[in-house]
């Protein structure tokens, strides 16, 4: 299941999932999609190590940007996951 985050200006929707446990650590995918013309650019991001994947109409430099972005918010994206979205999160 995948919980909503944020919605940038743009339209840009930033959904996470439950914690998973992969490789014995716990890892959060997080999934950017951008409605464009015809369908979406969209990109995966594992946290905590910024492994991204499956990135399809994303430059260089957008990517760049979303991760500094999620750097920033990490932290929180990977607490509301644990804690089952924004709506169950008890602390936000």
Do not use: N
């Amino acid at each position: 299941m995948l919980y909503p985050f944020m919605t940038l200006d743009d339209d840009t929707e930033i959904v996470h999932s439950e914690p998973q446990l992969i490789d014995g650590e716990e890892r959060v995918k997080v999934v950017i999609e951008q409605p464009v013309e015809g369908g979406f650019h969209s990109a995966v991001c594992w946290l905590p190590h910024y492994s991204w994947e499956k990135v399809e109409g994303f430059t260089k430099d957008e990517i760049k940007a979303y991760q500094e972005l999620l750097e920033s918010v990490s932290h929180v994206i990977i607490a509301l996951a644990r804690e089952g979205g924004f709506g169950r999160a008890a602390s936000f």
